[in-house]
């Protein structure tokens, strides 16, 4: 994910990296910080989306949010994650 950041902002894209270390307790109060200044959120994922949903949760679904997500475990790409930024923003 942070090399899809470096790249964004070699593209011109304004990206920010937020990475959870720990799910519990999740950082709700820090979600809803960031979603007052930013145009909306990708939650990058190895699975369905489990904390993409409680990121929309904590934002107050006041942003769009964006879920790159491969179950199984497949690594995903900063090339992905970028193709989304793109089509996002």
């Not at 920010?16 to 809803?32: A, K, S």
């Not at 679904?61 to 964006?66: A, D």
């Not at 790409?77 to 989304?84: C, G, L, Q, R």
């Amino acid at each position: 994910s942070l090399a899809a950041v470096d790249e964004a902002r070699k593209l011109g894209i304004k990206a920010g990296l937020f990475r959870l270390i720990t799910v519990w307790p999740f950082p709700e109060e820090q979600i809803r910080q960031i979603a007052k200044r930013v145009k909306g959120f990708i939650t990058v994922e190895l699975n369905l989306g489990q904390i993409h949903y409680e990121v929309q949760r904590c934002a107050g679904y006041r942003v769009p949010s964006y879920l790159v997500g491969h179950p199984g475990g497949t690594i995903i790409s900063p090339d992905e994650v970028i193709k989304v930024l793109k089509e996002a923003f």
